[in-house]
């Protein structure tokens, strides 16, 4: 099947930084990628649409300006969290969808887990 | 909005037997997904069902599309060992795009 990266798979980092995390598609170029959330116990939880060349879609409760997503390219979408703050931690999610196919697919990728202190 | 619910949240099984978790959704799916994600790992696409009624099979999975497109299950068979993890469904609706997950089923399997 197709192949989705992440990267940095884990990352640490004081309360107030950044934290750039990056997606990307192996093998096949993804217009949408779709940027989870997922606590520990919990179940993934849609934060945003991105779209290749466009402004992302933020799902309610997301704050646009705290998790600034760009989708430059056909293989590559970036998820920033700018300020983070220790509630911040938890494991983040890419999926790119296959496109052009009537039963679409969505592959995730390893995912990252951030820890702030 | 659109919800997924998914049951039971926990199931401790003995080696051998079956299981099956339930999945609805307050809406008309398009299509539903099913994924397992091991401990400290990521989800794993498993199967995609689109028409209604469907049934597929993989070895001993066996993965149910409700006639209404509003509920499906996931039943596996003589339950092993390499089978625990957290299996999720996810819907999708055809007028938003968006693939929306249960809660998950953790599968905890005793040797």
């Known amino acids: ?68 997503i760009n989708h430059a390219s056909l293989t590559l979408s970036t998820l920033t969290v700018t300020s983070a703050h220790p509630e911040d931690s938890s494991f983040y999610i890419c999926s790119a969808r296959t496109p052009g196919l009537v039963q679409e697919t969505q592959y995730f990728g390893p995912g990252t887990r951030l820890l702030v202190l | 909005g659109q919800q997924v619910m998914q049951i039971p949240q926990y199931q401790h099984v003995q080696e051998g037997e079956d299981f099956t978790t339930y999945c609805n959704s307050s809406t008309t799916l398009s299509n539903i997904q099913w994924y397992k994600q091991r401990p400290g790992g990521h989800p794993v696409f498993l199967i995609q069902l689109v028409k209604s009624g469907e049934v597929k099979k993989q070895k001993r999975l066996t993965f149910q599309f409700g006639e209404a497109k509003k509920n499906s299950s996931l039943h596996i068979t003589a339950t092993q060992t390499t089978d625990v993890g957290t299996y999720f469904c996810a819907g999708r609706t055809s007028n938003t795009g968006k693939l929306i997950f249960g809660q998950g089923t953790t599968l905890q399997v005793k040797p």
């Open chain 1, 1 to 68: 099947g197709a192949v989705v990266s992440q990267h940095p798979s884990r990352v640490i980092c004081k309360s107030g930084t950044s934290v750039k995390i990056e997606c990307r598609s192996l093998d096949f170029q993804a217009t949408t990628m779709f940027w989870y959330r997922q606590f520990p116990k919990q179940s993934l939880m849609l934060m945003a649409t991105s779209n290749e060349g466009s402004k992302a879609t933020y799902e309610q409760g997301v704050e646009k300006d705290k998790f600034l």
